[in-house]
């Protein structure tokens, strides 16, 4: 190639380049424009060291090859389409080669061959034209009314009406200027192939996401070089050349190059799906380009005084006949939509009407947009009551913060294109006569804000709180239970461990309370118990935990100075004792009990069940020593491997002056704790 010819083609690279930067932005138009500028660079190569006969079949070789490998990575549709795609190819090799060895329309036939040649040639280019419509179709996905199906088909014969219009048009024009109406033929075939499987490349384009029309982008621009390919033939009796190098086959080669290209690049093995409510208007409008072309020739022809027959007259008063058809069909489509879509809001106005959940929609900034009539039997509000309201002014304050975080959560995921599951919340909510609802909410994404699917869970919340109390609670007395009263003896004592005062535990048992029971009555017996428990609490702080063991046994377990200062546990515990021991009056009469006390105070390492067995031993002693007294167990040096303090030993002293001695360790436990009195 000589320095002008390099400077031509640098110039028109950097044109290419600068075109594809355009329309496609930076990025992919610098990627898009090396493409261009290598295959136009390889094609300028091929022309002038190879034979235009051999190259341009050698061109949809490789192409064919490119298209078969890239089928040979995918499956299903995809491999379908690539094989067409890669056969229509083909069959186009097959017509250019067939085509250079036809002899000249002012030689004689050359008998057989020349027949055989006379087949071939329209039948590759039939093959490549049904082929390639064929390919293209099985990349569209199944779907779609008959409406939707006859639109395509007449979007389709709109399509080809044109182009055959066009080509009818110039056929008349070639065929009177060569005389070899056959070959005109062929000659606008391709070029309407061509412009056929274009236009279905615009409109496919347009179908996919933008990350995947990478491929479409560079099949279509290499149908735009291929049909100037096919024009410079027809145009050109005699193609002509630029700058020694054949413009016509220079376009062939780098349009097959391009098509070589195309499958491996993004979007390549894509499924469009066209079944769309509404294209976008760029599509639409690059789809009927042929129309345009159509209308454009036809006027010109008249203009210029060319002939008009009759097939020519029939194509172009079919073309609008066919809009108008085509039309009705949207207008009939759009109708049908509309039924559709009417029969639908009937049916979600039905279920959200019907439903005991209550529909919100909440705007961005916290508004109200709609409930639904639900809201007037579920918190007591009539719905347009509550339009434009707030959604903090109707939740109770302790709830709001985690209620505005899950909002604030959706905001940010909408606001970044996500579109996860609906979160579910909970909340309180102020019904209309004051009192609170407890509300499980779902709440999702909508595209004016968000969407409450709430729900009245109050009566499982009261449920479920019951029965966690009946669980941890007695249920005649409504104390703590021993797994309460073990739980918080723990939480005590892991409180012991970073130098909290270590708690004390008292166990007391009724002294004289069978006697009552089996006297009196199981009910007489029910009610002192509960008597008996409502003194134990006025007994003791609020801080401190009284708990009904089973039977007639109780437990207190005291917290602060009480293990800290001996002294004030034995004074809790005679008051407790005193406050047991007064008459209680019931149904008219009054019943008489007293009450062993046995007490314990903790000492490092103890755990939970050795400090109640301590207690329950102590009780034990206490009655075994009479009854009505109080006993305090010390635990052995070699036991707990800590002497007792000296308030402790005073405590044991004081209680033993007073007759009540204390309990030591070395005692023995003849029965387990919680078991009923004998």
């Not at 390919?229 to 086959?249: E, F, H, N, Q, V």
């Not at 109640?612 to 491997?641: C, F, N, T, V, W």
Request: charged share 15%; proline share 5%.
């Amino acid at each position: 190639m000589r320095p002008g010819q390099a400077g031509w083609w640098g110039s028109l690279h950097a044109v290419l380049i600068g075109w594809s930067s355009a329309a496609c932005g930076w990025g992919k138009a610098l990627g898009l424009g090396c493409v261009l500028a290598a295959m136009l660079s390889a094609s300028a190569t091929a022309v002038l060291f190879i034979p235009v006969g051999v190259g341009v079949p050698a061109a949809h070789g490789l192409a064919a090859l490119s298209l078969l490998g890239r089928a040979r990575t995918a499956a299903g549709r995809v491999r379908l389409r690539l094989t067409l795609l890669a056969v229509s190819v083909a069959a186009g090799g097959l017509h250019h080669l067939v085509v250079n060895q036809l002899p000249s329309p002012r030689c004689r036939p050359a008998g057989g061959l020349h027949f055989v040649l006379q087949l071939l040639a329209p039948t590759g280019i039939a093959l490549c034209l049904v082929l390639g419509v064929a390919g293209l179709a099985v990349a569209v996905a199944d779907g779609g009314t008959t409406l939707i199906w006859l639109r395509r088909v007449l979007d389709g014969w709109m399509i080809a009406g044109s182009l055959l219009t066009l080509g009818w048009v110039l056929l008349l024009h070639r065929a009177d200027q060569s005389g070899n109406a056959f070959g005109s033929l062929q000659d606008l075939t391709r070029v309407a192939t061509d412009t056929l499987v274009f236009g279905l490349l615009v409109a496919l384009r347009y179908s996919l996401k933008r990350p995947e029309r990478t491929a479409t982008t560079v099949a279509a621009l290499a149908l735009t070089v291929l049909t100037a390919s096919d024009m410079l033939r027809i145009l050109m009796p005699a193609p002509g050349t630029w700058y020694g190098i054949p413009c016509a086959a220079a376009c062939s080669i780098t349009g097959l190059l391009l098509i070589a290209v195309a499958p491996w690049l993004a979007g390549g093995t894509s499924v469009a799906d066209i079944d769309q409510r509404i294209m976008p208007v760029v599509g639409v409008v690059a789809a009927f380009v042929p129309v345009a072309i159509c209308v454009l020739a036809v006027t010109a022809h008249t203009m210029v005084g060319g002939h008009t027959d009759m097939v020519l007259l029939i194509l172009a008063g079919l073309l609008p006949i066919s809009l108008g058809i085509r039309q009705g069909i949207i207008h009939a489509d759009h109708l049908r939509i509309t039924r559709e879509a009417t029969t639908r809001e009937a049916l979600y106005r039905a279920l959200v009407d019907g439903t005991r959940d209550v529909i919100t929609i909440i705007s961005l900034d916290g508004r109200v947009l709609y409930v639904s009539p639900a809201a007037h039997h579920v918190f007591g509000y009539r719905p347009e009551d509550l339009l434009g309201a707030r959604l903090p002014l109707y939740c109770h304050p302790d709830d709001l913060t985690p209620l505005m975080q899950a909002v604030e959560t959706l905001r940010q995921e909408a606001a970044l294109g996500i579109r996860g599951p609906g979160r579910r919340v909970s909340c309180r909510v102020r019904h209309a006569d004051g009192r609170w609802c407890h509300v499980e909410s779902t709440v999702s994404h909508h595209t004016e804000g968000m969407i409450f699917s709430s729900r009245d869970v109050t009566d499982r919340v009261i449920q479920r709180e019951q029965l966690e109390h009946l669980a941890f609670h007695d249920a005649l007395t409504g104390l703590p239970n021993r797994a309460l009263f073990t739980d918080r003896v723990a939480h005590a004592l892991r409180k012991r461990t970073t130098h909290a005062a270590p708690p004390a535990v008292l166990f007391m048992d009724l002294d004289g309370f069978k006697a009552v029971n089996d006297s009196a009555g199981h009910a007489v017996g029910d009610t002192l118990l509960i008597h008996a428990a409502r003194r134990l609490q006025a007994s003791v702080r609020a801080e401190d935990t009284v708990a009904r063991l089973g039977g007639d046994e109780f437990a207190a377990l005291l917290e602060g100075e009480a293990g800290t200062h001996p002294s004030h546990a034995k004074d809790v515990a005679e008051r407790i004792l005193s406050a047991l021991t007064q008459p209680y009056q019931i149904a008219g009469k009054e019943a008489l009990v007293s009450a062993s006390i046995g007490m314990t105070l903790a000492v490092p390492g103890v755990t939970p069940d050795e400090l109640l067995s301590q207690a329950d031993e102590a009780m034990y002693e206490a009655k075994r020593a009479g009854k009505g007294r109080i006993r305090m167990h010390i635990p052995p040096s070699r036991q707990a491997g800590h002497s007792p303090s000296p308030e402790a030993r005073q405590t044991a002293t004081s209680l033993q002056a007073s007759g009540q001695p204390a309990a030591h360790g070395a005692g023995q436990r003849p029965r387990a704790a919680g078991t009923p009195n004998p």
